[in-house]
């Protein structure tokens, strides 16, 4: 085994290790955190896929997160009204089943990349940055003007919604659920990685015309693992939305996008566990930085600069050795 | 319930030519401080090939450095000056601090560093100002409006705006084409190696380009502060217009910042005014109102997806 | 599940040794660092303040930042009702924030005393006998304003406010009490900085005054370039636009302008004078309307407290429902649905030396309730 | 008669006024050699390009197994068997030796889409790959990373990477670049036998590899084709000798 393969290893038994001991000793804030960062460690395993393996810096994957997001809103709030979601041509019933919307989050958010990635991977480099970047501003602003599902002030789901033979309001229980997802989410992005796509995706970041000249399509491959991404990203989301019992427009906002990446690059770009180390450090450093001062931001920033400048490969990087992938 | 008065139908007034005149000036000059902003943006880009999100920052610090010059002696040009030389001065410590390590980064590592650059600037700016807004107003002599030949009233400060930012436009052509700086600047463009060949200091160079873009950006957040709020994180929303217009303009091209912010300036200013006369042509005007001004906040956004699918390197910008 | 409630059955005792007397514990959720902290400092502040001076050792106040984002908002709610367990929970600035923590912490038998945002949802059809507005229902203010509009005689009034849910209820308050003509209605962009373009739909619209309602820096950058138009209307707004914390920035432009308000620092009672002197020596500041709201938070926990133990919640929401406290704002009663029943003044922007403020010219609304207590079922 | 492999005709190419493919056709028959050469600037790397698809002519067209592919674009002809080589090496310089191997044998003959199986569990892909650099005597370096290999290592390793898509013509851009003295010679006998499992259009600078290996030679000046033949008509061709070895005669 690897220094890396220890690493994941301590990381994957770490966060099932802290929650396990809040539940005993009954800090169930702190297994709300552990969630916490699960989520968006799994919201930043998708975007790994399109950043890392790909290449693809999106900064708008935010996008993906609020659609998921959302798709539990509307579902768990038309089941939470009685409402049906349309009448026409059939009756479809929201529902609070969590299986179910996570099905809709997924396709839907897979959906939305498909369209999203086949215009913006026309461009690269910045254009593609800045691209993706409009189309995550569009839905955000559509989000808060939009006022039939609550606008800027977002929707409140009064109870968390249920998985089937779960308690999912018991905190530990919610955290097992979402453990387990990015864990198959992390298993299937690591079986991804070796997979004939995985080579030739990887393969195309780093030339694109070789991949050409041996017949493959470096825009579908684009195009698949953006597709991807997105949904696995639109996942994350919905589970944010449920821990949360909140949706509103800030899902969407570029700074979630900024935010999603810094767990990568504080993590470790391209690193198979990287948003999750990335996404613990986050949280904690809110947490305990947070408490220190009003002006955390100002810390929070200097430690950012200081992991670009000086700890290329971020901590898993740093940890592992072997260098930055991208020298 | 029903609400008391006429219907809206009844105050959908004619748009008279003057109206959409004076809404093309609004357009006009929203897009020349919206180029003072992107020039700066775009010329550190093609120079050095470095995205930079903190360029919102350096507004910001303009914004407040004339604020608070402003404040302490009453005189608007000195707040003028003290806002270009107070963000050429963070641009020029920024960069010999943290940005020349970025350049032979990715985009990536370059999105990060910024990003945290941002977080810094804004807190910092907090911690020094407070969090309330503060007081820059527009001088006596150019407050209030004019009127122009056709007897439109237009306030003199946008014009003036609108002139600073053509001649400052003209100068950087100028600068470009005519100086040695120029030539130097745009050496750098397509050659790096050759510029040091040259035997040019190319990380002075570099320092002086993105000093001159941050004294830019900070004369824009000193001229805009005067009619808007100074407060932190007003550095943000424009950070974002500015790279919309430098990526509709082809990036690193300042001529591509030019047109690419006029038409940013006008699309978003007649967007808000016009979109919503347009839905009322065949929607209720309530829900028209509504629909269009949500269809006006996403209008620029749709413009620059539209352009990056038909050209995917911007309006000028050359093939990838 | 044996092994854990032995952990459990452990830390509870070891905590009883300690716990003798029972504090009341505050969480308060509110806006300190970010874009808007200035009206969360000022919540925390005035709180703060009523608290000192009571002089009360029994109330213990957890405060935290929650950076005006609805998720960090949700996490602070449950790592105080979870891990901190306070009594009540308060500070909340914005509505989307409210409507992401009030129904789950009062669906948790938590109270919540809101300082500032007032939605309709949580004073109509999602009331809760444990939600507690102390400020107003988000409407008031600008019903406040649509009757003053009425009252000077508008009749072509041009309204506008930012598209969001506040926004839209903003014109639907004004509307509900005004009656006149719309020269115009208007949604901006919200965080729109520039408004030239509505300033010149203003000018060609033929209104004989201007409504508006643009919190923030978005209410700065309007009045600046609407008194450098030339445009000379009258114009009427809430307060938020012209409170003590953001009048400075607007300076000279905001001057005349009529606002509506359910406080000012000039209103004439004890309690409210007590509060601007003391304020002003603490923080070296004048108090805002935020900060006299936060004040008077504090103080009807503190009248709470003197006369019920919080553990036993049905005594003691009685003793909050009875509001014996003193006002800043003078009269002050709570309504059916737990949103206060207050005079609502309009002011006008005036200058004191170097400093901008408010005066009280008159009263928009006497006794005001809001327009959804009825739809409220607790 | 043979038809040809690849052939091109009638291409013109302009860039503004310039003309940077004026006119040309040119042939590649089975089993041959047919060398390309021409000064700095004559426009070799353009045809190039409109051979392999990266360009699209402005006129003529351009056949390849008597298909007309003058629409198609680079992955469509590499999947009718175009394999090309790169003037600077394109490899994934992060993946190892075999991973970019075994990218060529995927390109050819795998599913690039299937994202459960692990690839280098594939025992067909694997042996395709292996194959080829064996061939191109790389079989000790398998698990090197390719950014690790000497100049001359990444040639072969181009060169296998196009071995592994069995093609039916080969493009080469200059695989000798930067090659030393024994470097050019071994792949110069690589290149020879390769001719009779596909012919290949060779690019290239170093003119004793050229008159070594070239079947035909056709000569390349401001974007038109000045002449083709054989070695020796070439060596004796006038306007060759001043066009491009710059004599006076």
């Known amino acids: 085994m690897t220094r890396e393969t220890w690493i994941n290893a301590a990381l994957a038994l770490g966060l099932l290790a802290v929650p396990l001991w809040a539940w005993v000793a009954d800090e169930p804030f702190t297994i709300t955190l552990a969630t916490k960062v699960a989520i968006l460690a799994l919201a930043g395993v998708g975007l790994n896929i399109a950043l890392g393996l790909g290449g693809l810096v999106s900064l708008g994957h935010a996008a993906f997160f609020g659609l998921g997001g959302y798709a539990m809103g509307i579902l768990a709030a038309h089941a939470q009204n009685y409402t049906p979601l349309m009448e026409w041509p059939l009756v479809v019933e929201g529902t609070k089943s969590m299986p179910v919307i996570w099905l809709v989050a997924v396709i839907v958010s897979a959906l939305t990349a498909l369209l999203i990635g086949a215009l913006s991977l026309r461009t690269s480099g910045v254009y593609f940055i800045m691209i993706t970047l409009a189309f995550g501003q569009m839905l955000y602003y559509f989000a808060i003007s939009w006022p039939a599902y609550g606008g800027e002030d977002g929707l409140s789901i009064y109870v968390r919604n249920g998985f089937p033979g779960l308690n999912t309001l018991d905190p530990i229980q919610f955290f097992a659920i979402c453990y387990v997802l990015l864990i198959l989410a992390l298993a299937f992005s690591a079986r991804l990685a070796r997979s004939p796509f995985g080579l030739a995706l990887n393969a195309a970041r780093q030339s694109p015309q070789r991949v050409e000249t041996v017949g493959i399509s470096p825009y579908r491959l684009r195009l698949l693992a953006f597709v991807i991404s997105g949904a696995i990203t639109g996942l994350a989301g919905a589970l944010f939305a449920d821990l949360n019992r909140f949706v509103s427009p800030s899902m969407f906002s570029w700074q979630t996008s900024g935010e999603i990446m810094v767990f990568i690059i504080l993590g470790g770009t391209a690193r198979l566990f990287g948003p999750v180390a990335g996404a613990a450090l986050f949280i904690f450093l809110e947490q305990a930085l947070g408490g220190l001062s009003e002006y955390w931001h100002v810390h929070l920033g200097l430690l950012l600069?200081?992991?670009?400048?000086?700890?290329?490969?971020?901590?898993?990087?740093?940890?592992?050795?072997?260098?930055?992938?991208?020298d | 319930m029903a609400l008391p008065g006429k219907?809206?139908?009844?105050?959908?007034?004619?748009?008279?030519?003057?109206?959409?005149?004076?809404?093309?000036?609004?357009?006009?000059?929203?897009?020349?401080?919206?180029?003072?902003?992107?020039?700066?943006?775009?010329?550190?880009?093609?120079?050095?090939?470095?995205?930079?999100?903190?360029?919102?920052?350096?507004?910001?610090?303009?914004?407040?450095?004339?604020?608070?010059?402003?404040?302490?002696?009453?005189?608007?040009?000195?707040?003028?000056?003290?806002?270009?030389?107070a963000a050429a001065a963070a641009g020029a410590l920024v960069e010999m601090l943290v940005i020349r390590r970025l350049y032979s980064r990715d985009h990536l590592d370059q999105v990060l560093a910024t990003f945290?650059?941002?977080?810094?600037?804004?807190?910092?700016?907090?911690?020094?100002?407070?969090?309330?807004?503060?007081?820059?107003?527009?001088?006596?002599?150019?407050?209030?409006?004019?009127?122009?030949?056709?007897?439109?009233?237009?306030?003199?400060?946008?014009?003036?705006?609108?002139?600073?930012?053509?001649?400052?436009?003209?100068?950087?052509?100028?600068?470009?084409?005519?100086?040695?700086?120029?030539?130097?600047?745009?050496?750098?463009?397509?050659?790096?190696?050759?510029?040091?060949?040259?035997?040019?200091?190319?990380?002075?160079?570099?320092?002086?380009?993105?000093?001159?873009?941050?004294?830019?950006?900070?004369?824009?957040?000193?001229?805009?502060?005067?009619?808007?709020?100074?407060?932190?994180?007003?550095?943000?929303?424009?950070?974002?217009?500015?790279?919309?217009?430098?990526?509709?303009?082809?990036?690193?091209?300042?001529k591509g910042a030019l047109i690419g912010s006029i038409l940013v300036g006008l699309t978003d200013t007649l967007g808000r005014i016009l979109l919503p006369e347009v839905f009322k042509l065949f929607l209720d005007p309530s829900t028209a109102t509504s629909i269009g001004a949500s269809l006006a906040t996403m209008s620029i956004y749709i413009l620059m997806a539209a352009v990056l699918v038909v050209k995917p390197t911007g309006l000028f910008g050359a093939k990838a | 599940m044996k092994l854990k409630s032995l952990f459990a059955a452990a830390s509870l005792a070891a905590l009883a040794t300690t716990a003798a007397a029972d504090p009341v514990k505050v969480g308060m959720i509110t806006t300190l660092s970010g874009g808007g902290a200035g009206l969360g400092i000022d919540v925390r502040d005035g709180f703060m303040l009523a608290v000192k001076q009571s002089g009360n050792t029994d109330i213990e106040v957890v405060i935290e930042d929650d950076q005006r984002k609805p998720d960090i908002a949700v996490q602070l709610a449950d790592r105080m009702i979870q891990s901190d367990k306070v009594d009540i929970l308060t500070g909340i600035i914005w509505?989307?924030?409210?409507?992401?923590?009030?129904?789950?912490?009062?669906?948790?038998?938590?109270?919540?005393?809101?300082?500032?945002?007032?939605?309709?949802?949580?004073?109509?059809?999602?009331?809760?006998?444990?939600?507690?507005?102390?400020?107003?229902?988000?409407?008031?203010?600008?019903?406040?304003?649509?009757?003053?509009?009425k009252e000077a005689g508008y009749t072509n009034t041009f309204i506008l406010a930012p598209n969001y849910p506040a926004g839209q209820d903003a014109l639907t308050g004004f509307k509900r009490t005004y009656g006149g003509e719309l020269a115009g209605e208007i949604y901006t962009k919200l965080g729109q900085t520039d408004y030239a373009g509505e300033i010149a739909q203003i000018r060609a619209s033929g209104a004989d005054s201007v409504f508006f309602f643009l919190p923030g820096g978005m209410g700065i950058s309007f009045l600046k370039q609407y008194a450098d138009s030339g445009v000379e209307l009258p114009v009427v707004g809430p307060a938020f636009s012209f409170d003590q914390g953001i009048l400075q920035a607007v300076g000279a432009a905001a001057l005349g302008v009529i606002n509506t308000s359910q406080w000012n620092k000039d209103i004439d009672n004890a309690a409210n004078k007590a509060f601007v002197e003391t304020f002003q020596a603490e923080y070296g500041r004048l108090p805002s309307l935020y900060a006299s709201q936060g004040f008077d938070t504090a103080n009807l926990i503190l009248s709470a407290m003197a006369k019920a133990d919080v553990a036993d919640q049905d005594t003691f929401r009685a003793a909050l429902e009875a509001a014996e406290f003193a006002s800043v704002r003078g009269d002050f009663k709570f309504g059916p649905n737990h949103h206060p029943i207050q005079d609502i003044f309009v002011r006008e922007v005036i200058q004191e030396g170097d400093v901008f403020a408010n005066k009280i010219i008159g009263t928009a609304l006497t006794d005001h309730g809001d327009a959804y207590a009825a739809e409220c079922k607790m | 008669m043979t038809e040809p492999v690849l052939s091109i005709r009638n291409i013109t190419k302009m860039f503004g006024a310039l003309a940077a493919s004026d006119n040309v056709s040119l042939d590649l028959m089975p089993g041959e050699i047919h060398a390309l050469i021409g000064p700095n600037g004559a426009g070799k790397s353009t045809l190039i390009q409109q051979i392999s698809g990266g360009l699209t002519p402005d006129a003529g067209s351009v056949h390849f197994l008597g298909r007309d592919v003058t629409g198609l674009d680079t992955v469509a002809r590499a999947r009718?068997?175009?394999?090309?080589?790169?003037?600077?090496?394109?490899?994934?310089?992060?993946?190892?030796?075999?991973?970019?191997?075994?990218?060529?044998?995927?390109?050819?003959?795998?599913?690039?889409?299937?994202?459960?199986?692990?690839?280098?569990?594939?025992?067909?892909?694997?042996?395709?790959?292996?194959?080829?650099?064996?061939?191109?005597?790389?079989?000790?370096?398998?698990?090197?990373?390719?950014?690790?290999?000497?100049?001359?290592?990444?040639?072969?390793?181009?060169v296998a990477v196009a071995l592994t898509l069995s093609p039916r013509a080969f493009l080469m851009d200059e695989p000798m670049a930067g090659l030393g003295t024994s470097g050019t010679h071994d792949l110069t006998a690589i290149l020879s036998n390769l001719r009779h499992e596909a012919p290949i259009l060779l690019v290239e600078h170093d003119m004793d590899a050229v008159f070594a290996l070239a079947d035909r030679i056709s000569v390349l000046d401001y974007g038109r084709i000045i002449a083709t033949g054989t070695v020796d008509e070439i060596r004796a061709h006038p306007d060759v000798r001043r066009a491009y070895l710059g004599e006076e005669t």
Request: with cysteine; glycine share 14%; charged share 10%.
């Open chain 2, 7 to 85: 219907p809206l139908g009844e105050q959908n007034k004619l748009m008279t030519t003057i109206l959409l005149i004076e809404q093309v000036l609004n357009g006009l000059q929203f897009g020349v401080m919206l180029f003072l902003t992107a020039a700066g943006l775009t010329l550190v880009f093609g120079v050095m090939g470095l995205i930079n999100l903190a360029h919102g920052s350096l507004f910001m610090v303009g914004a407040f450095a004339a604020a608070a010059v402003a404040g302490a002696t009453g005189s608007f040009i000195l707040a003028l000056a003290a806002s270009l030389a």
């Open chain 2, 116 to 254: 945290a650059l941002i977080l810094i600037f804004s807190e910092g700016t907090r911690w020094l100002f407070g969090s309330f807004p503060l007081y820059l107003n527009i001088p006596t002599w150019l407050s209030g409006p004019v009127t122009l030949p056709g007897g439109i009233q237009y306030p003199l400060y946008r014009l003036t705006i609108i002139a600073i930012g053509l001649v400052i436009a003209g100068g950087l052509f100028l600068l470009i084409s005519r100086t040695r700086l120029g030539i130097r600047i745009r050496a750098g463009e397509s050659d790096r190696e050759m510029i040091a060949a040259l035997g040019v200091d190319i990380s002075k160079l570099y320092t002086i380009v993105f000093a001159l873009g941050a004294a830019l950006a900070g004369l824009a957040g000193a001229l805009v502060g005067a009619i808007q709020s100074v407060q932190v994180g007003m550095g943000e929303p424009v950070l974002i217009l500015a790279f919309v217009v430098i990526v509709i303009g082809g990036i690193g091209l300042v």
């Open chain 4, 80 to 158: 009718l068997g175009l394999g090309r080589t790169f003037q600077i090496s394109a490899l994934a310089m992060e993946d190892t030796v075999l991973q970019n191997a075994m990218l060529g044998a995927l390109g050819a003959k795998g599913r690039p889409f299937s994202i459960l199986r692990p690839i280098m569990r594939d025992k067909g892909l694997r042996q395709v790959a292996e194959a080829a650099l064996d061939r191109m005597g790389l079989s000790t370096h398998h698990n090197t990373v390719t950014g690790e290999l000497s100049h001359g290592q990444r040639r072969q390793l181009e």
């Open chain 3, 95 to 149: 509505s989307n924030l409210a409507m992401a923590v009030v129904p789950s912490a009062t669906a948790q038998g938590k109270f919540y005393l809101s300082p500032n945002a007032g939605p309709s949802q949580l004073a109509g059809k999602g009331c809760h006998k444990n939600y507690f507005n102390v400020a107003w229902q988000n409407d008031n203010l600008h019903e406040a304003a649509g009757a003053y509009a």
């Open chain 1, 305 to 326: 600069l200081a992991v670009v400048l000086f700890a290329r490969g971020g901590i898993i990087g740093t940890l592992a050795g072997q260098g930055a992938r991208n």
